[in-house]
């Protein structure tokens, strides 16, 4: 059996296995929700999971005609989702505590895949669904760019903000809040300076949620939709933006994987990005 929880904790629930399906999403519905460059899912037989605190504090969208996502309103993390039609509840990976008695077994919607992103592994790719997984498809179309600014916004596109110039830096982040706040293996935050940042619709959908006890580690997401969002904070300067919500390429690669010491045990780092236990010596 494992355990998962959102961010807050608000959210929990509990999965037996065994787990028999594990797999990479780069579509760009997955990617606004949670706000990483892919996300990771596992899916059991319904039986198999259960609530065991807050189902009260997740909201249920409607994302097509056919597909639904669902996550907690008070920290925006990504709440499982059951399908009673299919027999199959599925879980954001990144929320479930210890090792899951599997691994991921391909990557799906590489078709849809942010092409500043680069899959380093050497697992099945599918354009869209692994064969025999027979289901209707929903991605979002794709945005044009704007010379000297890079795009964002969050799934329902009620919030859309720009940045004007390059960022500080991106970084990939393995640690626990992270990969509770994305729902996902791991965090990738793009650092630009607030100065650089601007809402351009929807701030009032804005959403945020400082984690208690924590001296900065905040996050944001769009009320109406769950889609993670830009944290700015104009006290320290910085505005933090989770890769996922970009619509174009933030012109910068991940330079560093970081807190790598609390890594999720069935995610292998594949790329050569530089690994640190926490953080880099510089930093
Ligand atoms: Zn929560
Ligand atoms: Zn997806
Ligand atoms: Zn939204």
């Not at 990144?94 to 799906?108: A, T």
């Not at 890079?150 to 903000?161: D, I, Q, R, T």
Request: overall charge positive; some cysteine; proline content about 7%.
């Amino acid at each position: 059996m494992n355990r998962g929880e959102c961010l807050c904790g608000t959210v929990r629930y509990e999965v037996d296995g065994p787990i028999s399906m594990m797999c990479h999403c780069h579509c760009s519905m997955c990617r606004k929700h949670h706000g990483a460059l892919f996300v990771t899912f596992i899916a059991t037989p319904v039986k198999q999971f259960r609530w065991t605190a807050g189902e009260s504090n997740v909201r249920t969208i409607a994302t097509s005609d056919h597909g639904k996502r669902a996550f907690c309103i008070t920290c925006g993390s990504v709440a499982p989702t059951l399908m009673p039609k299919i027999d199959c509840a599925f879980m954001p990976a990144g929320n479930l505590e210890g090792d899951l008695g599997i691994k991921p077994q391909n990557h799906m919607f590489v078709g849809s895949k942010a092409s500043w992103y680069a899959i380093t592994d050497n697992l099945p790719q599918y354009e869209k669904y692994p064969p025999g997984f027979d289901a209707p498809d929903n991605v979002r179309p794709a945005v044009t760019g704007r010379d000297g600014f890079v795009l964002g916004s969050c799934l329902c596109g009620a919030v859309v903000f720009e940045i004007e110039g390059t960022p500080q830096r991106v970084m990939n982040c393995h640690c626990t809040r992270c990969r509770r706040a994305r729902s996902a293996a791991h965090g990738t935050n793009v650092f630009f300076k607030s100065g650089q940042f601007r809402w351009s619709r929807g701030e009032q959908h804005v959403a945020d949620y400082k984690l208690p006890g924590a001296r900065f580690f905040a996050t944001a997401f769009c009320k109406q939709c769950g889609g993670e969002l830009p944290r700015v904070s104009s006290e320290r300067g910085v505005a933090v933006v989770p890769a996922g919500s970009l619509d174009t390429d933030p012109g910068m690669p991940p330079l560093a994987h970081i807190f790598v010491g609390s890594k999720a045990s069935w995610f292998d780092i594949t790329d050569r990005v530089p690994q640190f236990a926490e953080l880099p010596p510089s930093a």
